[in-house]
């Protein structure tokens, strides 16, 4: 890929001048501090009557009083022993003992001192013994080092916070991601008046429409747009206006970043990419003035997309509730403005993304700006598999893959999860050292990418396997002996670092786009088969079922609040739904006692099912034992196996 990534101006002189004046600096402050070392008099402190001793023996020269102390030069002609005489043992500090000229390593730039006592008589006894006075007397240093020693730290420091910025800022141009690092730099560059650029450009994006799989009424809308893009004029010459932009709106993973790009690849004009979040961030002005930057740089470089990920982080609703953020409002309004302030036909297309259209502000919706809004959703069956033949065209496969076959077993997963099956799938094939990946490797990375990895040395017990084995071939045979169910893919008593000690795979047989109240209680009951299979067989309850019952009460809640399949509401809508593209939050639109009611409806759905699977369980007990029996054996049983072991079972067969 052609990633030209932005870079600013003072970045470009390239580091190694910053590094060879920091290094000049350094070299000369350590040079003056050695060359300091060298000049240095030593310095000895004495008590006040050994000074008043050696004055007595005419030994001193001069002295100096300072304010707290007095300086103390020797006669050049007093030798070291007459001097320690003088001062006796104690006088004489430790590291100066025995030295090579006696008592203590003594030269001419040795300078006694000694504190500076109240003492009147002195002036007079110094006069007499003869020694030169002089009050305190300023460093002699010239302008030169004085206003250097000022100055030397300052210059450091600058150039330590300069060198430390360029880093920064060539990581955070380099990382496209955005995240802490980016919001950081981006404020610090602003403080140093750096224009960092917060988005990444790419010349070309190397993605075209063929990368993008399962979704063609996203692509078809898009089409138009890059046909403005590679043809402005036709639409000039009739008067003709394009939208200025499309809003993108999907839950994650299914390929809107990719759809983006791929629109800016198949026009060939460069594409502007920035993230949302990265907006939103400490100092006041930034996001704004980085809109301001990206559009300018984007007015010089047209025909180009602008594509915004995130939007919905500076895009939220303004209102001025407790928590409104100031910052963000200004980059929306910036946004907003900039809008509307390229020309119709000025060839920049923006497109945005986002997985909560509907905390979107409405002015970002008005005609003129993301006015229309492509949907990408998550990939149907067909989707699935076109998804699957694009990722696998990256990998090398053997002849027994049929992408038909993983496409079913992974309803509800995105274009993301479906190319990280994939390579899960290649790694999986590489680890076994083998030269192609195959159908079991891909649908062993289904089950990795779905319920976590095998997880062999978590050794289970007798007992919890066994409950585990039960449990297991409760869900698959309560599913088998209904007529509303999906057919067993397979069972697995493995457990998985995602936490479940064994999983039943259920598979339809085609994709499903519409329930019945039947086939929803049948799934429920499913779900439910664990937990009955525990009771059938252990006559207890076991915290295996805590995920089974969770999926069971909220899908018959749904059919209470939403689907409006309960005797007590009828078709009363309890719940609506919020964010649908990302958690899918219910929100209650009914009083409090209305959902006290609304929670014994649920209750007793649970309840009709969970009996109806005791009472299938208990119909067909041998089966129960004789499969489990079967799966504690081998730990994993296929779909074409269980259906043989089913239908070997003279209560199945009578009651199927
Ligand atoms: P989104 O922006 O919607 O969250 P992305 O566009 O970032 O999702 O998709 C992430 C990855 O998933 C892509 O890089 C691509 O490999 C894969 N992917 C997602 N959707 C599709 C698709 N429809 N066709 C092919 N690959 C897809
Ligand atoms: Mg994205
Ligand atoms: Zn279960």
């Known amino acids: 890929m052609n990633e030209n990534k932005s870079s600013s101006k003072d970045q470009r002189q390239g ?80 590291g100066y003992r025995n030295t090579s000229r006696g008592v203590f390593n003594y030269s001419d730039s040795i300078v006694f001192y000694t504190g500076r006592v109240d003492d009147p008589s002195l002036v007079a006894t110094l006069r007499e013994g003869g020694v030169k006075i002089y009050e305190e007397i300023p460093e002699q240093t010239s302008t030169f080092s004085a206003v250097a020693s000022w100055l030397m730290p300052m210059v450091l420091m600058y150039l330590v916070y300069f060198l ?127 809109v301001r930057d990206l559009f300018q740089t984007a007015k010089k470089n047209t025909p180009c997309i602008i594509f915004i990920d995130e939007i919905d982080a500076i895009g939220k609703k303004r209102d001025n509730q407790f928590g409104s953020n100031d910052e963000r409002e200004q980059t929306l309004n910036q946004l907003l403005a900039e809008m509307d302030g390229f020309e119709v036909n000025g060839g920049i297309i923006v497109l945005a993304a986002t997985n909560r259209p509907e905390v979107l502000d409405q002015a970002l919706l008005r005609p003129g700006r993301f006015d229309r809004r492509i949907i990408v959703e998550k990939p149907d069956l067909p989707g699935r598999e076109n998804i699957l033949k694009v990722h696998g065209k990256k990998v090398s496969l053997s002849s027994d893959v049929d992408f038909h076959k993983v496409a079913l077993v992974t309803s509800g997963a995105s274009g993301a999860d479906l190319a990280n099956i994939v390579n899960e799938a290649a790694l999986l094939a590489v680890r076994l050292g083998r030269r192609a990946v195959t159908q079991q490797d891909l649908l062993e990375s289904v089950e990795t990418v779905f319920a976590g990895k095998e997880k062999k040395d978590r050794v289970l017990n007798t007992k919890e396997r066994e409950m585990v084995a039960y449990h297991e071939v409760g869900h698959a045979l309560v599913s088998a002996l209904q007529k509303n169910s999906q057919p067993v893919q397979k069972i697995t008593i493995v457990p998985r670092t995602m936490g479940a000690l064994g999983f039943t795979m259920n598979t339809p047989e085609e994709e499903r786009y519409l329930l019945t109240q039947e086939e929803l209680m049948a799934q429920i009951t499913t779900l439910l088969g664990g937990r009955a299979a525990e009771i059938v067989r252990f006559g207890t309850t076991t915290t295996g079922a805590t995920n089974d019952i969770e999926r069971a009460t909220e899908q018959a809640r749904k059919m209470v609040t939403q689907y409006g399949m309960s005797e007590r509401f009828g078709s009363m809508g309890l719940q609506s739904t919020q964010s649908q593209y990302l958690d899918g939050r219910n929100v209650s639109t009914c009083s409090e006692q209305t959902n006290t009611e609304a929670d014994e409806a649920v209750r007793q759905i649970i309840e009709q099912c969970q009996d109806e699977a005791v009472r299938l369980l208990k119909e067909n007990s041998h089966a129960l034992e004789r499969i489990s029996a079967r799966l504690l054996e081998k730990e994993n049983i296929n779909g074409s196996e269980f259906m043989e072991l089913l239908k070997e079972e003279p209560s199945v067969v009578e009651s199927v």
């Open 15 to 94: 580091p190694s001048w910053g590094i060879v004046i920091v290094i000049f600096f350094l070299l000369t402050f350590f040079l003056n501090l050695f060359m300091g070392r060298m000049n240095q008099t030593k310095q000895l402190q004495i008590s006040y009557d050994q000074f008043l001793d050696l004055v007595d023996e005419s030994m001193v020269d001069k002295v100096q009083m300072d304010d707290d102390q007095i300086q103390i030069t020797l006669r050049d002609e007093v030798e070291a022993e007459d001097v320690s005489e003088v001062l006796g043992e104690d006088g004489i500090p430790n």
């Open 164 to 290: 430390i910025m360029r880093t920064l800022m060539k990581r955070m141009s380099n990382n496209d991601g955005g995240g802490l690092m980016g919001g950081l730099t981006g404020g610090l560059g602003n403080i140093g008046k750096s224009k960092a650029k917060m988005y990444t450009v790419e010349k070309s994006t190397g993605v075209t429409f063929k990368d993008v799989a399962g979704q063609d009424e996203a692509k078809e809308s898009l089409e138009e747009m890059v046909d403005y893009l590679k043809n402005p004029e036709k639409y000039r010459m009739i008067g003709a206006q394009q939208p200025k932009g499309a809003l993108l709106v999907g839950p994650p993973g299914t390929g809107k970043t990719l759809l983006a790009k791929a629109v800016a690849g198949e026009a060939g004009v460069p594409f502007y990419h920035l993230t949302g979040s990265e907006f939103v961030e400490m100092y006041v002005g930034v996001g704004a003035s980085r």
